[in-house]
């Protein structure tokens, strides 16, 4: 009877820490998301990948999220912390030959748009955006479609930035660029080009901007998909870089 509750406990915590997948209607068609909250949750943080942006997740509907927002997700459910959004594209966004072209397109912006809309409303709390690699790409562009974009969210993370990632348009929200100084994908995402963009986005945006180095970490295997550009051995320190960005912010401790 013992091992018979231990198990039955072990399931129902097991199937509280799964993800809520979650459809976002939109006028292009359902988005699929992860949602993980945490208790107490002061703020959410939705995430846009990089790679080709199609990931399958609500066929795999992970118990906890991976990279860096497992970090985040692990100090979110200690104390008030973040609830966390993976967005998932029905199709892929590119990738091959470094094309990020579908990233601008009418229908990726407008599934992004309705998923921040959608969590918005059923949160009530404050947006934050995080792209890595050809993700900085979705939110760069989604920022500089319209005024009405940037009145959702109160900041944006760019993480591990391409390098056509570019803002041309004025802002007042809080930003944080993230970047690995060793990151050796230099074709597509170089340390000295991410500077150069939060140099440029600094001087258009009229709130907090930052622009954090990690250091540490792991080098080898493809620089496209490892190493430090995914902060390999050195995601603590990356989720410490954005959990202290959020929380020393206007945002309740």
Request: net charge neutral; aromatic share 10%.
């Amino acid at each position: 009877m013992r091992r018979l509750i231990i198990a039955v406990v072990t399931m129902l915590v097991s199937s509280l820490s799964m993800a809520e997948i979650i459809l976002v209607p939109g006028p292009d068609g359902e988005t699929t998301t992860a949602y993980w909250s945490s208790p107490d949750s002061k703020a959410v943080l939705i995430f846009m990948p990089g790679g080709d942006g199609s990931f399958n997740v609500g066929g795999k509907n992970p118990a906890r999220p991976s990279w860096v927002l497992s970090k985040l997700y692990d100090a979110s459910q200690k104390s008030s912390g973040l609830d966390l959004i993976f967005v998932d594209s029905p199709y892929s966004l590119g990738m091959r030959g470094g094309n990020i072209a579908p990233r601008y397109s009418k229908d990726h912006q407008s599934r992004m748009l309705s998923v921040v809309q959608f969590y918005k409303e059923k949160t009530k709390k404050p947006i934050y955006i995080i792209g890595h690699s050809n993700g900085t790409i979705s939110e760069a562009e989604f920022l500089n479609r319209s005024p009405d974009n940037q009145k959702l969210v109160t900041g944006v993370i760019f993480s591990g930035s391409r390098n056509e990632t570019s803002i041309e348009v004025p802002l007042n929200i809080q930003i944080l660029f993230l970047h690995h100084e060793d990151d050796a994908n230099g074709r597509w995402t170089s340390y000295s080009n991410a500077e150069g963009i939060y140099k440029k986005v600094k001087a258009l945006n009229a709130g907090p901007t930052e622009f954090s180095t990690v250091h540490g970490g792991e080098s080898g295997g493809d620089p496209s998909t490892s190493g430090h550009h995914m902060y390999e051995g050195s995601l603590e320190e990356a989720a410490n870089y954005i959990w202290n960005f959020i929380f020393k912010q206007n945002l309740p401790k």
